[in-house]
C-alpha cells in the first residue's frame, strides 16, 4: 500500500515496557524540551504510577465513551481502532473535553508542585473555570 509522503505510519509494538519508555524520553523528549526552553530547567524523570487514574486522561472520563463504540461492534485491525477512537472524539461532547483536559493538568501541576509525588489532595476547580475557555 503506497502512502503519501510525511504521512503517519501506524506500526503497532509488540510490547512497550520501562526501559522501552526511558528510551524514548531520554532520545526524543528531553532533548526536544531542552531545545525549545534553553535556560536553568532543573528536569528529573520520575515514573508514575501507569495506572493512577490522576495521571490517566483515559480514566478522567473518555475512555467509558470508546469502550462503549468498542462493544457495539469490535475493530478488528489496527487501522479500524484508530478509526473508531476518531469517531469516538468527534462524537464526544467538547464541553466534556474540556473539562477532563483542565482537570488532568490541575492534577499534573500539583505532582510537579510536590516534585513528582503523588500524595497530593485532588484540586478542587470551580465549574465556571471548566467553560472559561469553550
Not at 101 to 113: F, G, T, V
Amino acid at each position: 500500500m503506497h502512502r503519501l509522503r510525511g504521512a503517519w505510519e501506524l506500526k503497532p509494538s509488540r510490547s512497550v515496557d520501562r526501559a522501552k519508555s526511558q528510551e524514548y524520553l531520554v532520545k526524543y523528549v528531553l532533548p526536544a524540551i531542552k531545545e525549545a526552553a534553553r535556560g536553568g530547567w532543573d528536569i528529573r524523570m520520575v515514573f508514575q504510577p501507569p495506572n493512577s487514574p490522576d495521571t490517566n486522561i483515559l480514566d478522567l472520563g473518555w475512555f467509558a465513551s470508546i469502550q462503549a463504540m468498542f462493544h457495539r461492534k469490535m475493530p478488528k485491525t489496527l487501522h479500524e481502532i484508530v478509526q473508531k477512537v476518531q469517531e469516538s472524539l468527534a462524537q464526544y461532547p467538547h464541553q466534556k473535553l474540556n473539562r477532563i483536559w483542565l482537570s488532568h493538568q490541575a492534577c499534573m501541576r500539583e505532582i510537579i508542585k510536590h516534585k513528582g509525588s503523588i500524595h497530593f489532595a485532588l484540586p478542587h476547580m470551580r465549574d465556571k473555570v471548566f467553560f472559561r475557555f469553550v
